[in-house]
């Protein structure tokens, strides 16, 4: 192991996923960590080492991409880490820059990033890989929905967006009506597949080749805010042959979340993060500690072994956390 310490700027910390991350690296002890948020949440701040407000601007003002060069500089940052994905396309909008300032991105590749970003655009890119497709549509109507999908209940979705927000579930013409007024064109409506017990998050590491370390496989319950609220380690031969014929298919890199559900045999995809998930400091928890595998893979140059993954069940819940007037951090 490396002796020395990598300053690496942690975004969304305060969000689960940025707070996961910080959490994942102190595993390790490998890491100086800069946290980078809107806001300074005293909990995401608790985790750093330091903190970084973001300036209150646009990602397309010049004075952001100048809040980032003076930070990654003030700071010598070897390493970004998006927490959301919004700082995951701003990252991946200017790479080059960075590039410039000498710094590594924890980024996918370009292609799969842009083919995600749109979950019914996905669909056809997704045809090729040859495994089963939740049947998705636009219907104008609820008639013509049932007519192309079946009979209800159907689930709305937003075509772009993460996490299960924004997600309706319709029995009938008024639901579809409401659902799809509320969404205004970012939605889509897609047949209900397998049942609550079958849903399923991945987590997997790839090497852009079309290799990738097999999947820690959690069978999930969701929070009513759409994250993983309690998560079990399972194993699963039909989800890791998915995995890796999505890995061969799309070659990513880096940190990739894959959600499934299951209906009979059939592993039916629901979407790509091509990024960390909210699930990742989890997965650390269980031995699968993607945070480290990026000082390893963009740092190191090295490829990260299939590491040994523990068996349990994790499950999260709602604590206070307080920061006192005299607190700094």
Known sequence: MSERRFTIAVTGMGALIGQGIARSLAQGGRARVIGVDRQNSPLGASLCDAFAAKPDCAETDPAYLAFWRDLIT????DLIMPGISIDMYFLDAHRQAFADLGVQLVLNTPELIAVTRDKFDFMAAYAPVGLPIIPSARPDNWAD???QLGPPPLLLK?????G???M???QDAADFEYWTRQAGDNWLVQRRVGGDDQEYTLGTFGFGDGRALDPIIFRRRLTRAGHTGMAEVV????????TRKIAAHFKPIGPTNLQFRIEGDKPF???INPRFSSSCSLRSAFGYNEAEMCIDCYLLGKRPDMPQIRRGVGQRYNEDFISYAS???
């Open 327 to 329: 607190d700094h951090f």
């Open 269 to 271: 995809l629901l979407e």
């Open 168 to 170: 309706g579930l319709l």
């Open 145 to 147: 929905a049932v007519q």
């Open 164 to 166: 299960s927000q924004g």
């Open 74 to 77: 003030r700071h010598r940052v």
């Open 158 to 162: 937003p075509r772009r967006g993460e």
């Open 235 to 242: 194993d699963n031969d039909i989800l890791t042959d998915a």
